[in-house]
């Protein structure tokens, strides 16, 4: 994978050059996260790279945005579940403290996290996690990718 495409992750996906997407969604790209040391973590990323946050959206449109959440949350749950007989729960957010695009988290939670770390916010969760290569995306996490675009397009067929 190449790095050119994390310096313009909404303008990659929307030119078809960011390998991390798993589909095109109503309002954004659904795409696998670049670190899995949570299996299955995910991210929305809105199609507009312009908008900033959620208030940025006209009302259609951000509503269009949060169901584009929970569809990936659904799909997010329903793969890790079958995935991983550990799995909780998902976590859902939208924080814009870094990343300078409107965008949501979709963390799988897991009983078999540190018992400090499992019912506490990802974030506290050791620095190293977000840069050790065991934690990569790679070929190791191609199943749970299949099964997460998989839900996504049932989910679109229920619709």
Known sequence: M???WRTDRVGSALRGENPTVLRRLTAGFAVIGDVQFLPGYSVLLADDPAVDRLSDLPRPRRLEFLSDMDRLGEAVERACARADPAFLRVNLEILGNTDGFLHAHVWPRYAWEPAELVRRPVW?????????????????????????????DRSALAS
Do not use: C, K, M, Q
Not at 139 to 146: A, F, S, T
């Open 2 to 4: 190449s790095n050119d």
């Open 124 to 152: 506290l969760h050791p620095r190293d996690r977000w840069s050790d290569r065991r934690y990569a995306l790679g070929p190791g996490h191609e199943v749970l990718r299949e099964a997460i675009g998989e839900e996504l």
